[in-house]
Nanobody, 119 residues
Framework: QVQLVESGGGLVQAGGSLRLSCAAS????????MGWFRQAPGKGRELVAR????????YYADSVKGRFTISRDNAKNTVYLQLNCLTPEDKAIYYC????????????WGQGTQVTVSS
């Protein structure tokens, strides 16, 4: 199992940047495929970006492509999400999640970190 703790959220003006971190417990973090999701008020949860365990594949939702960057440091058991050029539409709770296999569900979730963007 893995436990996930997000940090780095906050209030930022439109056009600003934030860097979210997700720290994982456990010695097998490097074997997990990781994802960042978000949920805006009144909306469903949306996959924002995902990265494979060995970083050979990265995916971005169209809504964030070119603005957000996902990365991971397996030595630090941490996955990151760099958010640039933020807009009020990016306001949401951001969650990181982990799964064992590429066809598996995301079974492990963090508690989320709030991102608020003022116009």
């Amino acid at each position: 199992q893995v436990q996930l703790v997000e940090s780095g959220g906050g209030l930022v003006q439109a056009g600003g940047s934030l860097r979210l971190s997700c720290a994982a417990s456990g010695r097998t973090f490097s074997s997990y495929h990781m994802g960042w999701f978000r949920q805006a008020p009144g909306k469903g949860r949306e996959l924002v970006a995902r990265i494979t365990s060995n970083v050979d594949s990265i995916y971005y939702a169209d809504s964030v492509k070119g603005r957000f960057t996902i990365s991971r440091d397996n030595a630090k058991n941490t996955v990151y999400l760099q958010l640039n050029c933020l807009t009020p539409e990016d306001k949401a709770i951001y969650y990181c999640a982990a799964r064992n296999g590429l066809r598996s569900n995301y079974d492990y979730w963090g508690q989320g970190t709030q991102v608020t963007v003022s116009s």
